[in-house]
């Protein structure tokens, strides 16, 4: 099993969700994040001032799958959340050693 963790833009979320749905990924979950990394944020103006904005606001997407799926995900994600800009985002892959539904105490593969 892996866990896929996808930092993206916040417009790209629906087309991502949207393009994951099709290729048959059933759950996933979404927070709010902030930060940056070579695109370092910018400033910004308010009423006359001027100040920095360091941590830039994005999406992570956090999806945990069967091996066998990983790669699908992968393109998906990168396909679906590319602009070609600084800033379009990373993905992080996990291994996990268990998962376990609280529901029905399912574990492992069956849980996903």
């Given at each position: ?8 833009r916040?417009?790209k979320l ?9 290729k ?8 709010e ?9 910018h400033?910004?103006t308010?009423?006359g ?16 799958v ?14 679906t959340?590319?602009t070609?800009?600084?800033g ?6 996990s291994?996990?050693s ?10 492992a593969?069956?849980?996903?």
């Amino acid at each position: 099993m892996k866990k896929i963790e996808a930092v993206i833009r916040h417009f790209k979320l629906e087309a991502v969700k949207n393009a994951l749905s099709e290729k048959g990924i059933k759950g996933m979950t979404v927070t709010e994040v902030r930060g940056f990394g070579r695109q370092k944020g910018h400033t910004e103006t308010y009423r006359g001032a001027e100040y920095a904005v360091d941590f830039i606001p994005k999406v992570k997407l956090e999806v945990v799958v069967h091996n066998e799926d990983l790669q699908k995900v992968i393109d998906t994600v990168v396909n679906t959340a590319r602009t070609g800009q600084v800033g379009d985002g990373k993905i992080f892959v996990s291994d996990l050693s268990n998962v376990i539904r609280i529901r029905t105490g399912e574990q492992a593969d069956s849980a996903i």
